[in-house]
């Protein structure tokens, strides 16, 4: 199938080398964006991976009104242009809002759409109009087959630098479930499929008022993403993630993320032999 790849600085995804999304989930302080920044720099430069460093100003799909969502956007933003300076990173973050996609466009080489607000037209065309790359994450009630509208939508708008991403479906009962066929299937709309292996182990509400995961299976989904043809991986990773604010279960070590960045790349690299 014929894929476009996706030009960022200088690479692209889609190509020869793996790309890897990756940053913890929600903002919590500059020395955490820093240490993960730097940490994650030095393994994708070694490892010759190209990176995205990702983190959310906000996280407004959570479980509970009292849980960490983040500084907010003008502190967000602010944060996360000091790491793409120091560390010369492009950036990911979510936007939740049409309003938020222009300032968020100022500092963010990519712009997210969660997974729960991927059928949000004004939102997916004000994304599209800032001429970013536009990330949509496929909602956990969604058919793969399905986000062909979602595409087009960006592409009417004047869009065509596209990513989809798979992070698992939702059939109830506090659990996501992979089929990897969605990777292929979403590869057919003619854009880089990206594999989210941390939100896919998440366990929705599984704790009353803030969701579970189990990170183990982590690996295992992104060495299977990667068996499977995805384009690109995502991860979410903290320095301490069981006293992360935000998703800890979900989220990888940082010191383990050298191990799994190898491997995956190792895979990718022979699927595409």
Do not use: W
Not at 1 to 13: A, G, S
């Amino acid at each position: 199938m014929d894929i476009k790849r996706i030009k960022l600085n200088d690479f692209e995804i889609g190509a020869d080398k793996l790309t890897i999304l990756a940053g913890p989930c929600v903002i919590e302080s500059q020395e955490i964006l820093n240490r993960t920044a730097e940490k994650l720099k030095g393994i994708t430069e070694k490892l010759g991976i190209n990176f995205v460093f990702k983190s959310s100003f906000d996280k407004a799909n959570r479980s509970s009104i009292t849980s960490f969502r983040g500084p907010g956007i003008e502190k967000g933003l602010e944060m996360l242009s000091k790491v793409k300076k120091e560390f010369d990173l492009p950036v990911v973050t979510d936007i939740h809002t049409p309003d938020q996609a222009a300032p968020a466009a100022e500092v963010a080489d990519i712009l997210q759409i969660p997974a729960f607000l991927c059928r949000q037209t004004d939102l997916l065309v004000a994304a599209a109009k800032t001429g970013k790359i536009v990330n949509i994450k496929k909602g956990q009630f969604l058919a793969p087959e399905q986000m062909g509208p979602l595409i087009k939508k960006v592409e009417d708008s004047g869009n065509n630098k596209i990513l989809v991403t798979d992070r698992g479906t939702s059939f109830g009962y506090n659990n996501l479930v992979v089929d990897f066929r969605a990777i292929p299937i979403m590869q057919n709309f003619g854009y880089p499929v990206v594999f989210d292996a941390t939100h896919s182990v998440q366990l929705p509400g599984a704790n009353g008022c803030s969701s579970g995961g189990d990170r183990r299976f982590v690996p295992y989904l992104a060495k299977a993403a990667m068996a499977a043809g995805a384009d690109a991986l995502f991860f979410e990773v903290h320095p301490e993630p069981d006293n992360a604010l935000c998703d800890g279960p979900n989220m990888i070590a940082l010191n383990k993320a050298e191990e799994l960045f190898k491997t995956c790349k190792d895979i990718y690299e022979l699927i595409r032999r």
